[in-house]
């Protein structure tokens, strides 16, 4: 069969990669010079298996107001004229009740405890090297409250067979030795034995070049799309600013810009970019080696070989990518609070990215209207993590396959 995929971040490849091992042909397009130039090039480097619980929780709700108009919080919202912007921050509200924040968790851990056995595989399989430590990753709390809260959702998740420990102030310490010398205290922090973390961009581009290598994908790089063609219900081609391109089966992995070219096709899915900044500095004999994640800035930290990532922050101004100084400036503050020794100086790189959002969390796998267009999109800060075990999903059903994980909480169905 040959499939065409609409996309070559870290989803896209995955799953033309799964695919093209499969024995079909794979045929690529993507708009920037190269595979991940978008949200997979400078992300926070963590494949956070364990990491369920969305945005959309009953906790977000009282502090969505104190935290939406200041530069330095968590999650800021630009308001602005945009209907998309409007219909899903509504979507978002009515998921943050702990029924469907219970839902919804369920769905990223199924997901997520798949990507990791999908992504072993992966890794194994096409001998990609990405920096990639698998000791697992420290969520960090400074506040007994946010900390209580994240116990409770610990044990949640263990009941669906995601391992984690409880780890005091003195365990903390030992788990990462720099936290020694942290400039703010730590109450405590969740252990999440089977997460990982790596380079995402690195991944992305040596999985694609062996995907051309080893099985012929065709990678049309520097490529615009243009439309989505249909007749008689059904996807004939796509029209690109190169030609028009054909093939018996479609995905669509554009990330948040999936709904501009699913919308003249009249399907409706509920994804918002949401922005988030990350900032590379050169490791130091003082940077941690484990990968944290700090519980009351939202920020992560990975260790890169030589470089130190540092990704957080959420910020729904719709499609602009600008880097602002304001809101990189609380990451580096962060940096500084948490690790005062590594005394960094300028930064090695500033970057931004628009993550591909749904209202309730899990991404959107699966079928269309149209019996030969597919999905998968709409994975927001969990793109990576989800990446291998999506492309899995995706194979199964363009096979008409039978999955191997349940597809519940995951399709398009559930904005019906």
């Avoid at 720099?178 to 961009?201: C, N, R, T, Y």
Wanted: net charge positive.
């Amino acid at each position: 069969m040959k499939i065409i995929i609409l996309g070559s971040g870290v989803i896209g490849v995955s799953a033309a990669y799964t695919l093209a091992a499969r024995g079909h042909e794979i045929e690529v397009i993507e708009r920037q010079p190269g595979s991940g130039r978008e949200t997979s090039f400078a992300n926070g480097g963590q494949l956070s298996y364990s990491h369920a619980e969305p945005w959309a929780n009953p906790d977000v709700l009282p502090k969505i107001l104190k935290w939406m108009f200041r530069d330095d919080a968590p999650l800021v919202l630009r308001p602005r004229a945009d209907w998309d912007m409007i219909s899903w921050g509504l979507k978002f509200l009515l998921n943050c009740n702990a029924r469907r924040a219970h839902a919804s968790s369920v769905s990223q851990l199924k997901l997520g405890l798949y990507s990791k056995k999908k992504m072993e595989q992966m890794r194994v399989f096409s001998g990609v090297k990405f920096d990639n430590r698998r000791d697992g990753i420290l969520h960090l709390f400074s506040q007994p409250k946010e900390f209580d809260h994240a116990i409770q959702q610990a044990r949640f998740q263990e009941k669906l067979g995601c391992p984690a420990e409880i780890a005091d102030t003195k365990k903390c310490l030992q788990l990462e030795p720099m936290l020694e010398h942290a400039g703010k205290s730590v109450a405590g922090g969740i252990f999440q034995p089977l997460d990982e973390s790596g380079d995402a961009f690195t991944f992305t581009r040596e999985l694609a070049e062996r995907a051309a290598a080893e099985y012929k994908v065709v990678f049309n790089y520097g490529t615009a799309l243009r439309a989505i063609n249909t007749h008689q219900g059904r996807i004939t081609s796509v029209t690109s600013d190169k030609g028009e391109h054909k093939a018996d089966a479609y995905i669509v992995s554009l990330g948040s810009y999936s709904p501009v070219f699913l919308k003249p096709l009249k399907i409706r899915v509920p994804i918002y970019p949401m922005k988030g900044y990350s900032v590379t500095f050169p490791a130091n004999h003082y940077t941690p080696s484990l990968s944290l994640t700090d519980g009351e800035h939202k920020i992560v930290y990975s260790r890169l070989g030589d470089r130190l990532r540092v990704a957080g922050t959420a910020e729904f101004a719709g499609y602009n990518t600008a880097v602002r100084p304001e809101r990189v400036a609380p990451i580096v503050r962060a940096v500084k609070e948490l690790f005062p020794r590594c005394e960094f100086g300028v930064p090695e790189a500033q970057w931004a990215c628009l993550r591909p959002s749904t209202p309730d969390g899990p991404p959107v796998i699966g079928k269309t209207p149209y019996p030969n267009l597919f999905l998968n999109t709409g994975h927001g800060t969990l793109g990576w993590t989800q990446a291998a075990g999506s492309a899995a999903l995706i194979s199964d059903i363009v096979e008409n396959r039978p999955t191997e994980i349940s597809l519940d909480g995951l399709t398009l169905e559930r904005y019906a």
